[in-house]
């Protein structure tokens, strides 16, 4: 690792199973996903929880939506609602990431999952009984947002206590891959299933989803502070000195601005709507619709379904820099694309991308960063990710307009090369890192 970049503070020590060291593998197994994390039982019960809650989170993610729009009939409530939930992810992210560098991991996560199951529950109750208020909609959706804020950053940062540093980038290969699955499975899922059983027992279903989490929380080793740290509250100072120790090692701060760079400028998910109707109308405006929001996805899910090669991979830097880049090509080929099915490609090839880059990122975060740091990176992480897209969904948006659909994407694609390649020149600190 390099040491002029990364913290000197041993690793949170993982006993190396001899039974979790797989052989070097050929053939086209070396291309296949690196499963040695999964049997560390540990980190089997956390991963296999997310199976689980990544189908149920996305049912709650389609139902809100739907139940505000059938209830006031407008996109402007859909989007303010969006809006309302963002405000406390922030908030509660960066304040989570404090807390879960100042307590056992293991039972915030557990307050948190039962928080998030409570507000299923409390969706499922208004639903049920046709209460029909958008204003309690958004409240409960604003708190079962801050709860995730609170628990993104713990579930994150534990990765790196239950699988050794060299499994790490395999870690976060099945998590990330779990993740985007059901950010296909999911809808699909809801759309199946809202005229059989109706909206309502969706967030059931997701209340449901939260009790196996919580189970699975429950088996867990316990998380406390490392020996060696310091006991601390959990409030602004701590909250400061996490973006102080980002300021100060600089290949953390490069990580973060590679995902602003890419998703900012390079994700223009807002334009779908207006591409599909413009440019791949004639292919049917629904159809194109639907490609066009699950290629990305789709795309993510087979760069980890094929991450074997990630675990031997020592230049995360270099591996980072590479997806931004490709990651803006793609996004500019999918903009200069006349025919549908050649649009659908570059854009899965995105997703392809932004699963390396996502890989390569989180596994940055977990081993140059100190244990008693890492709840707080992860909680800047979980902010730049909700709120990357969301700000270019408003760029996208702005420039859709000014300057037409297709101008707007090839721009912004081009936009993420020439930055990526400029900061990679200008600050060598990400280039030179390597594990």
């Known amino acids: 690792m390099d040491t002029s970049e990364s913290s000197t503070e041993p690793q949170d020590p993982v006993e190396k199973d001899p039974a979790a060291v797989s052989p070097r593998r050929r053939g086209w197994r070396r291309w296949a996903m690196d499963t040695r994390p999964l049997r560390r039982p540990a980190y089997r019960r956390l991963w296999s929880s997310t199976i689980v809650t990544a189908v149920g989170s996305q049912l709650t993610a389609v139902a809100v939506p739907k139940q505000i729009y059938d209830i006031t009939g407008s996109s402007a409530w859909v989007g303010a609602?969006?809006?309302?939930?963002?405000?406390?992810?922030?908030?509660?992210?960066l304040w989570g990431g404090a807390v879960a560098d100042s307590m056992d991991r293991r039972k915030l996560l557990l307050i948190t999952n039962s928080g998030i199951a409570v507000t299923s529950v409390l969706f499922w109750l208004q639903a049920v009984t046709g209460l029909e208020s958008?204003?309690?909609l958004m409240v409960l959706l604003a708190v079962q947002q801050a709860f995730w804020g609170l628990n993104a950053p713990a579930r994150n940062a534990s990765i790196a206590r239950l699988v050794p540093a060299d499994?790490?980038?395999?870690?976060?290969?099945?998590?990330?891959?779990?993740?985007?699955?059901?950010?296909?499975?999911?809808?699909?899922?809801?759309?199946?299933?809202?005229?059989?059983?109706?909206?309502?027992?969706?967030?059931?279903?997701?209340?449901?989803?939260?009790?196996?989490?919580?189970?699975?929380?429950?088996?867990l080793p316990a998380l406390p502070p490392l020996a060696a740290t310091v006991k601390r509250r959990a409030g602004v100072r701590e909250i400061v000195d996490g973006f102080r120790y980002i300021a100060l090692h600089k290949v953390l701060l490069l990580s973060f601005l590679a995902d602003i760079i890419a998703m900012v400028f390079g994700m223009p998910r807002a334009l779908f709507p207006q591409l599909?109707?413009?440019?791949?109308?004639?292919?049917?405006?629904?159809?194109a619709l639907e490609l066009l929001f699950a290629a990305i996805p789709i795309g993510a899910v087979a760069g980890g379904l094929f991450s074997g090669t990630?675990?031997?991979?020592r230049r995360h830097g270099w591996m980072v820099i590479g997806a931004v880049v490709a990651w803006g090509v793609a996004i500019t080929?999918?903009?200069?694309?006349?025919?549908?099915?050649?649009?659908?490609?570059?854009?899965?090839?995105?997703?392809?991308?932004?699963?390396v880059?996502?890989?390569?990122?989180?596994?940055?975060?977990?081993?140059?960063?100190?244990?008693?740091?890492?709840?707080?990176?992860?909680?800047?992480?979980?902010?730049?990710?909700?709120?990357?897209?969301?700000?270019?969904?408003?760029?996208?948006?702005?420039?859709?307009?000014?300057?037409?659909?297709?101008t707007a994407t090839v721009g912004g694609g081009l936009l993420v090369v020439v930055l990526m390649l400029g900061l990679a020149v200008a600050v060598p600190a990400l280039r030179r890192y390597r594990v």
């Open 81 to 93: 609602a969006s809006l309302a939930g963002l405000l406390p992810l922030v908030v509660f992210a």
């Open 134 to 136: 958008v204003a309690v």
């Open 167 to 219: 499994e790490l980038t395999a870690a976060n290969a099945l998590g990330s891959t779990v993740m985007q699955t059901g950010q296909v499975v999911g809808p699909l899922l809801a759309g199946v299933l809202i005229p059989v059983i109706g909206l309502a027992e969706l967030y059931l279903i997701d209340a449901l989803a939260l009790c196996v989490t919580v189970w699975a929380v429950l088996r």
């Open 276 to 287: 599909a109707s413009e440019t791949f109308g004639s292919y049917g405006e629904g159809l």
């Open 310 to 313: 990630f675990s031997r991979a």
């Open 333 to 355: 080929g999918f903009g200069l694309s006349g025919s549908l099915w050649l649009a659908v490609v570059f854009l899965a090839l995105a997703g392809v991308a932004d699963m």
């Open 357 to 406: 880059s996502m890989v390569f990122r989180g596994a940055i975060l977990l081993s140059a960063a100190s244990d008693e740091m890492r709840g707080r990176m992860q909680g800047v992480f979980t902010v730049v990710v909700a709120g990357g897209p969301r700000l270019a969904d408003v760029l996208h948006g702005t420039a859709g307009s000014a300057f037409g659909a297709r």
